[in-house]
C-alpha cells in the first residue's frame, strides 16, 4: 500500500481545507486509516481516524466538531475535511493505514505512512 497525502497549505483562521489521502491497491479498502500530525518542535499525534468499513470515526478532542473523516472506496481515497482551523492547527499532515478493525491512536500500529502534507493556519 502507498499513501499520498496532499491538499494542505497557508489559510487564514477560520478557513478551511480539506486533506486527500490517495492510495494505491485494493487492499487500501481493508485497512484503517488515521491522519496524524507534528507542529514544529512537538510529537507526532493523532488527529482522526476512520476504520476499513467507514462506519467508525475516532477524533482527537481539540478537533471534534470541526473536522471530519470519510472514505471514498471507489476512489481509494480518505478524505479529512477542516473546518474552522486555527493557527494552533499548524503543522504537517500525515495519513496512515494500519490492519486494526478500528482507529487507533498508536502511531505504531499504523504500516503505511503518506509523506505529509503542510498546513499552516494564519491568524
Known amino acids: 500500500v502507498q499513501l499520498q497525502a496532499c491538499g494542505g497549505g497557508l489559510v487564514q483562521a477560520g478557513g478551511s481545507l480539506r486533506l486527500s489521502c490517495a492510495a494505491s491497491g485494493s487492499a487500501f479498502s481493508r485497512y484503517t486509516v488515521g491522519w496524524f500530525r507534528q507542529a514544529p518542535g512537538k510529537e507526532r499525534e493523532f488527529v482522526a481516524g476512520?476504520?476499513?468499513?467507514?462506519?467508525?470515526?475516532y477524533y482527537t478532542d481539540s478537533v471534534k466538531g470541526r473536522f471530519t473523516i470519510s472514505r471514498d472506496k471507489v476512489k481509494n481515497t480518505v478524505y479529512l475535511q477542516m473546518n474552522s482551523l486555527k493557527p494552533e492547527d499548524t503543522a504537517v499532515y500525515y495519513c496512515a493505514a494500519s490492519p486494526d478493525l478500528v482507529p487507533v491512536r498508536d502511531s505504531s500500529r499504523y504500516d503505511y505512512w503518506g509523506q505529509g502534507t503542510l498546513v499552516t493556519v494564519s491568524s
Open positions: 476512520i476504520s476499513w468499513n467507514g462506519l467508525s470515526t
